[in-house]
Structures are given as C-alpha cells and as structure tokens.
C-alpha cells in the first residue's frame, strides 16, 4: 500500500540573524529567476555589486530586531504547525516542513519522507494567494527533486486557498479580539506585494491584469490565477466576515524591492494617508503570510507603526498570523482531505482502482 506524504512548504528564512547567514539566503532566494526575473548577467551584477553588499547588513539588523529565543519567527511558527499538523494526522501521513530557500531544505525534507517509505506526496505551498514568486517557485522546485530519481512518486498539490470559507474563518477568529479591544476605526489588509511585471507575465490573456482600474474587483475566468486579484477576494472575504463598512477597510501591498513598479497601493504610502484622513486606531492584517516573519512583526508591526504614528495615528496594532492556532490547524487538515477527497473521486483514480493489478 503507498504510504502518504504530506510536505508543507514555506519561503525560508536565514540560519542567523547575521550578515553571512543572511548574505547566503539572499544569494539563494534573489537568484531564482522566478524572484527576479531579468537577464542572468544583470541578475549576477545587481546582486553582487548592489543587494548582497547593501542589504545583507540591514536585513541582518532587522531579523536581530524579531528573533526568538528558538530562532526566526517564521521558522518557530512554521515548525509548530507542522508538529500540530503531524498529530492531527499521524497513522495517515507522514509531515514534513520544508523550506524553499535554506532549511530545512526541500531535498532534505523529501528524503526523510522516502526514507520513511513515502511513496504519494501531497504538497501544500503556504501561501494563500498565488504568485510566480512563492507558490510558483516552491511548486516548480518541489517537482524538481521529486522527479529526479528513477522512482518517481505520485504528487499532488493543494490549491491556493486565498477564498477557502476555514481559511477566512480561522484569520476572522484571530483579528475579531484584536480589532474590538483596540477600538480599531480602521482595518488595512496590507499584502506581500510583488512587481506589476508579474501580475502582467502571469496573466493568460495578456490583456486584462492591470489593463483597468478595476481590473481585481472581482475574481473572473480572465483572472482567476492573478496574485492581486486573490488578495482582494481575500481582503473581501475577511471585511465581510469582519462586518465592516466598505470605508472601514482598505488594502496596500508591502515589502516591495527595487526601483521597478509593483502593485499598488504601497504600505509605505497608505499609512500616513490614513492618518491624514482622521483614521487614529489602526488594525494592520497581513494575509499573505500564514505565519509570522521579518514582513509582519519588523516591517509592519515596528516600522509601520513609527511611520504610522509619526503622522499623527495614535494606535497600530498587527493582527497576529495564524501561526499554529488550533483554527489554522484544522484548516490545513481540511485541505488535504479536501485535495485527497478530489484526487481520488476522479474518473482516472476510479479507473486506476479498477485496473488489473501490473505485470512484471
Ligand atoms: C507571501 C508571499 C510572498 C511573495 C509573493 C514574495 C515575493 C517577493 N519577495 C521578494 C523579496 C524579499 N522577500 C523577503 C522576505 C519574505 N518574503 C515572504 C513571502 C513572499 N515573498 C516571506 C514569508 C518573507 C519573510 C522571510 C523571513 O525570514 O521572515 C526578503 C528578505 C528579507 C529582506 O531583506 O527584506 C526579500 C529580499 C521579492 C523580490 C518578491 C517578488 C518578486
Ligand atoms: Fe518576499
Ligand atoms: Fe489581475
């Protein structure tokens, strides 16, 4: 009987808080086309006469600034859900977590899996919103080591879940607290953002990303795999459960990287607009990101809020990811039921069940 295999995937995070540790994850993360998706030669330049020199030692200084005692945060958090996600599931699947860049490495993490007798891999990418950059990359990469022995396994991977009702519910149930103590008169959903390149190299019909100002407002056949389009049904899905008026949230996109433009609104903007406006207490939600790291505590929590209350705001509080509340738990062993649930009530898994048993 094949045994199962459930592989989490993250972003990956540095070994230390230091420059070389952080150097090395940059070199690997900054070097994947799919990240930065220029000419290899210009590639090779910018990252070692410009991001590398420049950023590894104020990266470096940021991580110090949120590191745990058992190390960076999205490390922490994305080890104990894997632990809680390993229990609800034991006698089942197997869990791994891996990281797409640094460790645990995904080739590690795959080993450990077939040297577990693993044979049937699922693959649950922990991003709810697709993009080249992050579900893509760690799709490609996961299909890359598995497919290079002889032996290669079955794999499934579970679908973003950017609109999934448990998905909403659990990211509802950790702001609801927050929002109310704090008094929030406003909610932002600021998003990881990524370059409009992107959004436009992505889009299949290649004309209707960014073609219009409303082109996100909803999610269409045209633009159904669109990362901007996903964090918008996402914020959507959340203000609605949230039960806020259409001017008590808005959404930006955040941590963006080089000169080129990225999807807009911008973080950096949004906040002393807001507090231009008259908005004094502010709820932050980050909801491309599952569990806690660099972009949320440091970018959001402590350098958004300075920025925020420098221009007259006078509360910003980060609603905490999902981390390894019990709601995310059962989330995620919602959808890989779910996945399984759809892979094996298919007509080709019937037929395969019904087949003769192989010869030879
Ligand atoms: C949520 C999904 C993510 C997308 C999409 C994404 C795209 C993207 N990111 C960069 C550059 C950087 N991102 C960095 C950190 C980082 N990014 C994500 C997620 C997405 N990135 C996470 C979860 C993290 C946090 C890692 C951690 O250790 O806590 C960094 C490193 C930190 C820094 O120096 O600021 C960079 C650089 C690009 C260029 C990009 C799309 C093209
Ligand atoms: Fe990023
Ligand atoms: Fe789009």
Not at 38 to 54: K, M, S, Y
Not at 188 to 217: M, N, W, Y
Request: charged share 20%; hydrophobic share 40%.
């Amino acid at each position: 009987m094949a045994r199962k295999g459930l592989l989490l995937v993250n972003l990956g995070t540095p070994d230390a808080p230091e420059t070389g540790p952080v150097r090395r994850y940059l070199r690997e993360f900054l070097s994947d086309p799919r990240v930065v998706d220029i000419h290899p030669v210009g590639r090779w330049f910018l990252l070692n006469f410009i991001i590398l020199p420049f950023r590894s030692p104020k990266s470096a200084h940021a991580y110090r600034t949120v590191w745990m005692e058992q190390g960076s945060p999205l490390l922490v958090h994305s080890k104990a859900l894997t632990a809680a996600v390993g229990e609800r599931l034991s006698g089942e699947y197997e869990v791994e977590l891996a990281m797409r860049y640094g460790n645990p490495s995904l080739p590690d993490a795959v080993a450990r899996l077939r040297a577990r007798g693993v044979t049937d891999f699922t693959v649950l990418p922990l991003y709810p919103q697709e993009a080249p950059s992050s579900s893509g990359s760690s799709l490609a990469r996961t299909y890359e080591v598995l497919s290079g022995p002889w032996d290669v396994p079955n794999v499934r991977a579970v679908p973003a879940f950017h609109s999934h009702p448990a998905f909403l519910d659990a990211f509802t149930e950790v702001a609801r607290p927050v929002i109310s103590g704090m008094r929030a008169d406003h909610v932002l959903f600021s998003f990881h953002g990524v370059p409009e390149r992107h959004i436009r190299k992505s889009d299949p019909t290649g004309k209707h990303c960014l073609a219009s100002q409303g082109c996100c407002d909803a999610l269409t056949d045209a633009n159904r795999h669109c990362y901007r389009a996903q964090c918008f049904a996402t914020a959507r899905g959340l203000a609605s459960r949230l039960g806020l008026e259409p001017e008590g949230w808005s959404v930006s996109f955040q941590s963006r990287l080089g000169r080129t433009p990225w999807v807009k609104p911008y973080t950096d903007v949004v906040l002393p607009e807001l507090a231009a406006r008259g908005v004094k207490r502010l709820a932050v939600m980050c909801p491309a990101f599952v569990a806690d790291c660099l972009e949320t505590v440091e970018e959001v929590a402590i350098r958004g809020r300075d920025q925020f209350l420098a221009s007259g705001g006078e509360d910003l509080k980060l609603v905490p990811s999902l981390n390894s509340h019990p709601a995310w738990v059962d989330t995620v062993v919602r959808l890989v039921r779910e996945s399984e649930a759809a892979a094996t009530s298919s007509p080709a898994a019937a037929a395969a069940r019904e087949a003769p048993g192989r010869v030879g």
